[in-house]
């Protein structure tokens, strides 16, 4: 009796452990979390109609995709408002899991951070105040231009002013700012992402984009490089949203327009 009493207690034990590795592998393919169970997502919410707050609460393309790819993970996104300079040192010190804020995806940046596939393409954008003389970057000598700090508007900007005369660029902390200086005429022009900059000048009606400045830039989701597991589901979550549709009632909330293919 002892004999098959070991034997039976033998054969629990094994089930127990088959029965614990799905789990366990399950665990480790979602990654390492600040919070099990969350998705933390690091975003300068300033930027719309990425993100921005309404009230407290965050709201925008970026926000609404990062809460799909959350729940196709099974967990429940988390955002964490971050000022954009230190957005990235925040990813790589754990504050968060991921950064979703419209981040071009960059050689310099890949260098720090890994990046999920793109999720939207993008190009700059020269805006002024309704009337204003300046219709392209050509007409940018001697002109003051605003752009939001260490973006690839900034960037932008630097690369313009050795060619255009540029006589200024401002650097604002955030681009709403820099669009508050423009109103007041403390700059001559904006140089910033072009679906920004459009969404802003359409929602305030006191400036407009008057010229795309061609660029192919493709934003894409943060990754600690650290995190390899995670970073494979969110790459995986992401193109659920597409397949599924979700991707597509998304975009079309917030641009009025399907994505293009």
Known sequence: MRAKTYVKAAVVLVLVALLAVPLVAGCKS???LVKSGQL???SDTTYPPFETLEGSTPVGFDVELAQAIAKNMGLKLNVVTTAW???IPGLKTN???IIMSAMTITADRKKEINFSTPYLDSDQSLTVVKGSPI????DLNGKNVGVQIDTTGQYKAEDLQKTTGIKEI???DTILLAFEALEQGKVDAIINDFPVSQYISQQRGKTEVVEKIKTGEQYGIGVNKDNPDLLKQINSALQKTKD???YTTIYKKWFGVAPPT
């Open 244 to 246: 599924d549709g979700i």
């Open 135 to 138: 219709k392209t970057t050509s």
């Open 170 to 172: 401002q650097k604002f």
């Open 95 to 97: 504050k968060y899991d």
């Open 30 to 32: 979602t990654g390492n």
């Open 40 to 42: 933390t997502m690091g």
């Open 85 to 87: 300079d230190g957005i």
